[in-house]
């Protein structure tokens, strides 16, 4: 099984300030892998595929990088709505899917 | 527009079972992979299971493996998943979802809750 590990578990940041969130696959996953925001008591929303293709309605501050086993998401200039969690998942082995922990992003 | 409704979650003793159902409209059903997708209170995400376009192909993570049975029906544009044997760890919000390369679409999700 492929384990998906986030860093770090939370994130504080201010308005306007950049956020960088890790995430690292145990093996190979080439670039087959999403993420997913989720906000209080919503179902998750496909933010980004492809490790680097944002999905429809998702703003150019949002951006993805990585391939193999490591990923980064960047917020560049956090917005209030953006205060979520965070996940990543791969699905390198389709249809099977493994998400990491998430990585909540909050109000510092 | 796309829309995945689940229902036929709510409480339920350990042991027991409780089928969910995902109406789908809004798109050609049978086209389609689908797949159940969990979140215990306050937990992150946990794949459960995926099932094939036409039904023909299932998938399970090992914690359900042998207890749910994933299931279509595709005159019916419905998605099920018969949940047996039922344990408190698989208390949860439970989506249907539709899969492309990834998981694209959610339903709103459904509670189950396993207690006595």
């Known amino acids: 099984e492929i384990v998906m590990t986030q860093s770090p578990a939370t994130l504080s940041v201010s308005p306007g300030e950049r956020a960088t969130l890790s995430c690292r696959a145990s093996?190979?996953?080439?670039?087959?892998v999403a993420w997913y925001q989720q906000k209080f008591g919503q179902a998750p929303r496909l933010l980004m595929y492809?490790?680097?293709t944002r999905a429809t309605g998702f703003p150019a501050r949002f951006s993805g990088s990585g391939s193999g086993t490591e990923f980064t998401l960047t917020i560049s200039s956090l917005q209030s709505e953006d205060f979520a969690v965070y996940y990543c998942q791969q699905y390198n082995n389709w249809p099977l899917f493994t998400f990491g922990p998430g990585t909540k992003v909050d109000i510092k | 527009e796309v829309q995945l409704l689940e229902s036929g979650g709510g409480l339920v003793q350990p042991g027991g079972s409780l089928r969910l159902s995902c109406a789908a409209s809004g798109f050609t059903f049978s086209t389609y992979g689908m797949s159940w997708v969990r979140q215990a209170p306050g937990k992150g995400l946990e794949w459960v299971s995926s099932?094939?376009?036409?039904?023909?192909?299932?998938y399970y993570a090992d914690s359900v493996k042998g207890r749910f049975t994933i299931s279509r029906d595709n005159s019916k544009n419905t998605l099920y998943l018969q949940m047996n044997s039922l344990r408190a760890e698989d208390t949860a919000v439970y989506y249907c979802?539709?899969?492309?390369?990834?998981?694209?679409?959610w339903g709103q999700g459904i509670l189950v809750t396993v207690s006595s």
């Open positions: 979802v539709r899969l492309t390369g990834t998981i694209e679409c």
């Open positions: 099932i094939s376009g036409s039904g023909g192909s299932t």
């Open positions: 492809g490790a680097s």
């Open positions: 093996q190979s996953v080439g670039s087959n």
